[in-house]
């Protein structure tokens, strides 16, 4: 309505006439010499009518009308009463000897109090023209500032809206009634629902899991108007059926301009993945704390077991060749994130470095072990290892072979696997007059960690070692024991 008013003065002000209203006023000679002028005009009007004249007075009233709104009130009363002495003297009677006449005497007493009535009111229109005009120039900027600020603050508008919709956390409103007066697309996407669907609806009809954890916080906002920060809100949506989740939520009243709460300002973040991240972070250390634990009784079992047969260097050399052992299965293990090993590359690392000969299958050597089977055949293969490298094919130009095949014998409910070390080529054989420690770690790694059976034969052309290792120490596949 202000800019419709404005344009219409506007188009009032820049019309000839108004183009002129007092535009000398701050020129007091320009305004004299016009009256001066018009008052010259008016008299020669005046002269060219006759003597004999139905309206005499009549060409002077535009002298001082034209003067008063070009130049304002001075020139104004300057053409008046130049006006008024030369109408005065026009009407003098020679005849009479030079005295007024009854009609001429009334004619000029009504013609000075008449014309400095046009010309006040004449002065005051010209004033109230002018204040119009610049009060339409000062409506016009003004509505121009207010298009200007209107229009920045639709964009201010337009781009916290979009901040609020694209935003990567949750954002929503809800009444006093707890029903969705606004929602953003992170929100929605959470529960389970387009933004549309939410609005006018009540959180619980939407979310009814929710309910028992949310909803008496919601209404502690409600009745006490506190911010509530740091709040854990767990449940099911329609988002993700079936899933239990975990939200952090900050609750902040709302109010309206006069102050009453209004409803609840909602910011949620979901932390499902933080807190199932922290859940296998502490299972971890406990893990690791039970795995440590172990593998210091182990490495102690090992060292008090461990015979200095030979002397220090050969006690040192025996010590650490089974903790390297115990490292090996360790490093695949992590590497693996101990969801077990690889049968094939537990073997393959402790064996290919003697030029060891495997004969297993893919589908042997996809078998994974899980982290104590892994632990336990890693030492043994180091222990056989080592004994031949001492005693053995391996200490002279001979052969070993590792063998892998599933088998079944009548006495086995499900097929085992056995595996067998067999050399040749190396020096003599006989059976030991007495079972060493290595002999004793192979056997009660096997029947006891692996849970399967062992047997030695100490032929004359080389001994063999047959282990029957049970399905159970398996997790399978590379893939499945992944998954």
Excluded at 276 to 301: F, G, I, M, P, Y
Excluded at 308 to 317: I, Q
Aim: charged letters at 20%.
């Amino acid at each position: 309505m202000a800019a419709s008013v404005t344009l219409e003065q506007v188009q009032l002000g820049s019309h000839w006439p108004f183009a002129w209203c007092h535009r000398w006023v701050r020129r007091p000679w320009a305004g004299a010499t016009l009256a001066i002028a018009l008052v010259v005009i008016g008299l020669a009007v005046r002269l060219a009518m006759g003597a004999d004249a139905p309206a005499p007075l009549l060409p002077f009233y535009p002298a001082f009308v034209i003067a008063a709104f070009v130049g304002g009130r001075m020139p104004g009363y300057l053409a008046a009463v130049l006006s008024w002495i030369l109408a005065f003297y026009l009407f003098l009677d020679p005849a009479q000897g030079w005295h007024l006449g009854r009609a001429s005497a009334i004619a000029f007493a009504v013609f000075v109090p008449t014309s400095v009535i046009v010309l006040e009111v004449v002065h005051r229109l010209c004033r109230s023209a002018v204040a119009l005009m610049a009060l339409a120039r000062r409506l016009e900027r003004e509505a121009r500032w207010q298009d200007g600020q209107r229009t920045e603050l639709l964009g201010v508008i337009d781009e916290l809206q979009a901040i609020y919709d694209q935003a990567p956390v949750g954002l929503g409103l809800l009444d006093a009634d707890l029903k969705f007066t606004r929602i953003n697309r992170a929100l929605a996407e959470m529960n389970g629902f387009t933004a549309e669907e939410h609005l006018g609806r009540k959180v619980f009809d939407l979310l009814p899991d929710l309910r028992q954890s949310a909803e008496p916080v919601l209404r502690k906002v409600l009745d006490a108007g506190e911010v509530i920060r740091g709040v854990e809100i767990s449940g099911e949506t329609p988002a993700r059926p079936g899933v239990k989740r975990t939200w952090s939520e900050v609750f902040y009243p709302v109010h309206s301009g006069d102050g009453e709460r209004r409803g609840v300002g909602i910011f949620c973040v979901e932390i499902t993945d933080l807190k199932q991240a922290q859940e296998r972070e502490h299972l971890l250390t406990r893990e690791v704390d039970h795995r440590a634990k172990n593998l210091l009784s182990v490495v102690q079992s090992i060292v008090r077991m461990t015979k200095p047969a030979g002397g220090v260097e050969e006690y040192r050399n025996s010590l650490q060749g089974r903790i390297a052992a115990i490292n090996r299965a360790h490093s695949h293990l992590a590497r693996h994130r101990w969801d077990g090993v690889p049968l094939g590359i537990l073997v393959a690392e402790e064996l290919e470095a003697y030029g060891i000969v495997m004969d297993m299958a893919s589908d042997v050597r996809a078998l994974v072990l899980n982290p104590a089977a892994a632990q336990a055949l890693g030492m043994v293969l180091h222990e056989l290892a080592t004994n031949s490298a001492k005693y053995g094919a391996l200490s002279t130009d001979g052969e070993v072979t590792f063998i892998g095949r599933w088998e079944k014998s009548s006495n086995d409910a499900e097929p085992m696997l056995a595996c067998r070390w067999k050399e040749r080529g190396g020096p003599a054989v006989a059976p030991p007059t007495r079972q060493g420690f290595g002999t004793r770690l192979i056997e009660g790694s096997v029947r006891q960690s692996l849970r399967g059976k062992v047997e030695y034969r100490f032929l004359p052309e080389g001994v063999e070692c047959d282990m029957m290792l049970p399905r159970a120490i398996f997790l399978g596949s590379p893939a499945v024991a992944q998954n």
